[in-house]
């Protein structure tokens, strides 16, 4: 199953795409968070057509005991709009400590701060999509253009 992974962020988003058997997830690219709400939904409608993206997976800013504070309520609200935007399902995925993982993973790479701000933000969409592809925390389906299942 093809998959879009979305870190938001206020300034950058990183997305994340993995491969057709759904196993490994891998950077894909960084989009300036744009004003322009509409441009930016179209911008990713366009990447789900283009990479045959079948679900979207936005992360999830939990705080650390796993309560939603503020940040967490922006991004349901975001992804809420998403959803509204695509014609694929989007879930929301924990994403707490992906982005301390990805300068983790990009320090041990040898990358200086510098070249690791550059990348963060899609290496971290990769950690959050590669969480989700092996089923490491839950999930909320925020919409999925199907509807719900019929009983």
């Known amino acids: 199953m093809r998959a879009l992974g979305v870190d938001l962020g206020s300034t950058r988003i990183g997305l994340a795409t993995c491969d ?22 179209r911008r990713l409608a366009a990447i789900v057509a283009e990479e045959e993206v079948e679900v979207v997976v936005v992360g999830l800013p939990l705080s650390l005991d796993g309560s939603r504070g503020p940040a967490a309520r922006d991004a349901e609200a975001r992804a809420s709009a998403l959803a509204a935007a695509l014609d694929v399902p989007v879930v929301m995925h924990d994403e707490r400590l ?19 701000r550059r990348v963060v933000d899609r290496a971290a969409a990769a950690v ?12 909320t389906l925020i919409a999925d253009p199907a509807g719900p299942p019929e009983e």
Request: net charge neutral.
């Open 20 to 41: 057709a058997g759904g196993r490994l997830a891998s950077p894909y690219d960084v989009l300036d968070a744009d004003r322009d709400v509409a441009r930016l939904h």
């Open 98 to 116: 992906t982005t301390v993982t990805a300068h983790r993973l990009l320090a041990a790479q040898g990358l200086d701060s510098r070249a690791r």
């Open 128 to 139: 959050l999509l590669q969480t989700w592809l092996d089923g490491g925390a839950p999930m």
